[in-house]
């Protein structure tokens, strides 16, 4: 049994909270905002963006970051993408040397085009960080349904330890070298569920959604060679997996604001309504960036990021998508 905290008590900490405590072990969770904290302490549970997945009596909750640090063999850092960085730097004053911290958000910070284990080991670099990513919405990690994902890690012992932590019969967790390439699905998948939505909102079907994720996992391949990553990785479960689940469920927060976006919502609509942070959003802009830098073809991603920063309509990118010249879909023809 291990003392862990959770950083940041989203819907995503809050199911990662039920499965660890469930597993045995002690937990604390830490918020910035003494309303998320006392809501806690009164439910024992998130009643606004998991309500149903409670949380035993003896969990403790904190806004205080030192006591969140203090004495925990693992800290699980769940805050948004956005606030990652901030976040880790607060922190750093109480993180020993050698602590594992496993991040559990994903993203890519638009400034720097740095994963997330790269702002954390930058900001807390007496750290030991690990990752963890894969087709895992929080609702139904709350409700004990089976689920696989994949941990992260510089070396075997770090990604065993997190893989030790974390399996239990309904989760579970397979370990991996590939930490670039894990993070990259991770964020770039949120983009492709942005796309996947629109397309939904502007009333395509079934043909549309498939063309989209397999596309989709093309482009995610094109720009993982250009960055060294294993192949393997991307059509794996924090790749091809988390691109298949965030697409096709209405779950993912990405898809929903891809709804509204093809209805005709703007981006700022669109999160104002799903009312949690959309780091598809986020990651269109670096995406773009990257594949720029790379001189990698991602005509999806730049779709997307012209309905978001462009003022291009949905249906507009759509048709510019339909309409490229032909192309082969594998190469080698004589």
Same mark, same amino acid.
């Given at each position: 049994?291990?003392?862990?905290?959770?950083?940041?008590?989203?819907?995503?900490?809050?199911?990662?909270?039920?499965?660890?405590?469930?597993?045995?072990?002690?937990?604390?969770?830490?918020?910035?905002?003494?309303?998320?904290?006392?809501?806690?302490?009164?439910?024992?549970?998130?009643?606004?963006?998991?309500?149903?997945?409670?949380?035993?009596?003896?969990?403790?909750?904190?806004?205080?970051?030192?006591?969140?640090?203090?004495?925990?063999?693992?800290?699980?850092?769940?805050?948004?993408?956005?606030?990652?960085?901030?976040?880790?730097?607060?922190?750093?004053?109480?993180?020993?040397?050698?602590?594992?911290?496993?991040?559990?958000?994903?993203?890519?910070?638009?400034?720097?085009?740095?994963?997330?284990?790269?702002?954390?080991?930058?900001?807390?670099?007496?750290?030991?960080?690990?990752?963890?990513?894969?087709?895992?919405?929080?609702?139904?990690?709350?409700?004990?349904?089976?689920?696989?994902?994949?941990?992260?890690?510089?070396?075997?012992?770090?990604?065993?330890?997190?893989?030790?932590?974390?399996?239990?019969?309904?989760?579970?967790?397979?370990?991996?070298?590939?930490?670039?390439?894990?993070?990259?699905?991770?964020?770039?998948?949120?983009?492709?569920?942005?796309?996947?939505?629109?397309?939904?909102?502007?009333? @395509? =079907?079934?043909?549309?959604?498939?063309? +989209? $994720?397999?596309?989709?996992?093309?482009?995610?391949? #094109?720009?993982? &060679? /250009?960055?060294?990553?294993?192949?393997?990785?991307? @059509? =794996?479960?924090?790749?091809?997996?988390? +691109? $298949?689940?965030?697409?096709?469920?209405?779950?993912? #927060?990405?898809? &929903? /604001?891809?709804?509204?976006?093809?209805?005709?919502?703007?981006?700022?609509?669109?999160?104002?309504?799903?009312?949690?942070?959309?780091?598809?959003?986020?990651?269109?802009?670096?995406?773009?960036?990257?594949?720029?830098?790379?001189?990698?073809?991602?005509?999806?991603?730049?779709?997307?990021?012209?309905?978001?920063?462009?003022?291009?309509?949905?249906?507009?990118?759509?048709?510019?998508?339909?309409?490229?010249?032909?192309?082969?879909?594998?190469?080698?023809?004589?």
């Amino acid at each position: 049994m291990a003392a862990i905290s959770i950083i940041g008590c989203g819907s995503w900490g809050t199911a990662l909270a039920w499965l660890l405590c469930n597993n045995g072990h002690r937990l604390t969770m830490w918020s910035c905002f003494q309303e998320e904290v006392d809501m806690y302490r009164q439910f024992h549970q998130n009643t606004d963006k998991l309500p149903g997945v409670l949380l035993p009596e003896d969990v403790v909750y904190t806004t205080d970051l030192q006591q969140a640090c203090a004495e925990k063999e693992l800290l699980v850092m769940a805050v948004p993408s956005p606030f990652l960085r901030h976040t880790a730097s607060s922190m750093k004053p109480f993180v020993r040397e050698g602590q594992r911290i496993v991040n559990v958000s994903k993203g890519i910070e638009e400034n720097t085009l740095m994963t997330m284990s790269e702002i954390l080991e930058e900001e807390i670099p007496q750290a030991n960080v690990a990752i963890l990513s894969g087709p895992s919405h929080a609702e139904e990690v709350g409700r004990g349904l089976p689920t696989a994902i994949v941990a992260g890690a510089h070396d075997r012992e770090s990604a065993v330890a997190v893989q030790t932590w974390f399996m239990s019969p309904v989760f579970r967790v397979y370990t991996s070298p590939d930490m670039r390439g894990i993070q990259l699905g991770a964020a770039l998948k949120n983009v492709m569920a942005l796309a996947a939505g629109i397309a939904d909102g502007l009333g @395509y =079907g079934d043909n549309t959604k498939a063309a +989209l $994720i397999t596309r989709g996992s093309v482009e995610l391949a #094109r720009l993982g &060679r /250009a960055l060294g990553v294993s192949e393997r990785t991307i @059509y =794996g479960l924090s790749g091809i997996g988390d +691109l $298949i689940v965030t697409c096709a469920s209405m779950h993912s #927060r990405n898809r &929903r /604001a891809g709804i509204l976006i093809g209805q005709g919502r703007t981006m700022q609509e669109a999160m104002d309504e799903v009312h949690q942070i959309v780091e598809g959003v986020y990651s269109a802009r670096a995406g773009k960036t990257l594949a720029d830098r790379y001189g990698v073809d991602m005509p999806i991603v730049q779709a997307v990021h012209g309905v978001l920063f462009e003022n291009k309509s949905a249906a507009e990118a759509v048709h510019e998508l339909m309409q490229r010249v032909g192309k082969d879909e594998i190469e080698g023809w004589e």
